[in-house]
């Protein structure tokens, strides 16, 4: 992992670094309190499709996870993502039919073939965040963890494996994304995922059903897992899911607070 650039914005620090995995070159940034003593969890970040590693949304979470939970913050482009991107008017013409009115462009974008090489390129990414895992584990100060997720759409795609495979992922933050009847594959794998999960889900989403969204949620092998629903499209998840998703990760990265339990309490009615 060679770092690249460094800078500091108040309270945050912000690390560029290339990573090399079997030979390829992985962009990514890593945020860090600028105060931090001692260790600190750390929240890796998947991206949403035909974005990257520092996009909006990728960054406000980072910087207010840092500032308020002072834990870390890491994200890597994707494969064909980013600075990763090898065919730019492909990808520009796939967003744009995403992007229209037109169903059927929508549903092509979308299909078995499309769908099927978003499965091989997640294969790839889980194992660049893997190899990113065992080299952050070379420092001290972040080596013990515990490491969460956050990924919503394409980055519950890539982020779901990762936490049914590594067990150094210690809670998850999912979404935007379903199980298909007959995908066997997909809900094996969510099977296999037992840490808590917080599931975000757009009531409006136009790029998966109702049905297949409650379906990937009811697949997961969790106990503790939990489901905000929202009205909207695929990307109108309200920002204060920010603030849920912090609570969260304020509940299993950092350890309940004193005189709480290790699970939220639960209300009894009677």
């Not at 744009?96 to 997640?122: F, H, I, Q, T, V």
């Not at 109108?236 to 304020?250: G, H, L, T």
């Not at 005189?259 to 639960?266: L, N, S």
């Amino acid at each position: 992992m060679d770092i690249t650039d460094e800078a500091t914005d108040g309270a945050v620090v912000e690390r560029r670094f290339t990573l090399t995995v079997d030979g390829a070159a992985v962009p990514g940034i890593h945020w860090l309190p600028a105060d931090a003593a001692g260790a600190h969890p750390t929240v890796c970040i998947g991206h949403g499709g035909f974005q990257h590693k520092r996009v909006d949304n990728v960054l406000a979470l980072a910087r207010q996870l840092v500032t308020n939970l002072g834990v870390g913050a890491i994200a890597l482009d994707a494969p064909e993502h980013g600075e990763r991107v090898t065919d730019p008017a492909a990808a520009e013409a796939t967003l744009a039919a995403l992007r229209s009115g037109d169903r059927e462009a929508r549903r092509r974008s979308l299909g078995p073939g499309a769908r099927a090489a978003m499965a091989e390129r997640a294969t790839v990414h889980v194992a660049e965040w893997r190899a990113l895992l065992d080299r952050l584990q070379a420092d001290e100060r972040w080596a013990a963890g515990p490491f969460g997720w956050w990924g919503v759409s394409m980055g519950t795609t890539h982020g779901l494996p990762l936490a049914a495979r590594d067990p150094r992922i210690a809670a998850a933050v999912f979404g935007l994304n379903a199980l298909r009847p007959g995908d066997e594959a997909w809900a094996r794998q969510a099977a296999a995922v037992t840490v808590p999960v917080l599931f975000l889900n757009q009531w409006d989403d136009e790029l998966m059903t109702r049905e297949t969204s409650v379906a990937l949620w009811e697949a997961l092998g969790s106990t503790e897992k939990t489901m905000h629903v929202n009205p909207g499209r695929h990307v109108q998840v309200p920002r204060f899911e920010r603030s849920a998703s912090e609570d969260f990760f304020r509940r299993h990265l950092l350890g309940p607070r004193p005189g709480m339990g290790a699970t939220a309490p639960r209300l009894e009615l009677s």
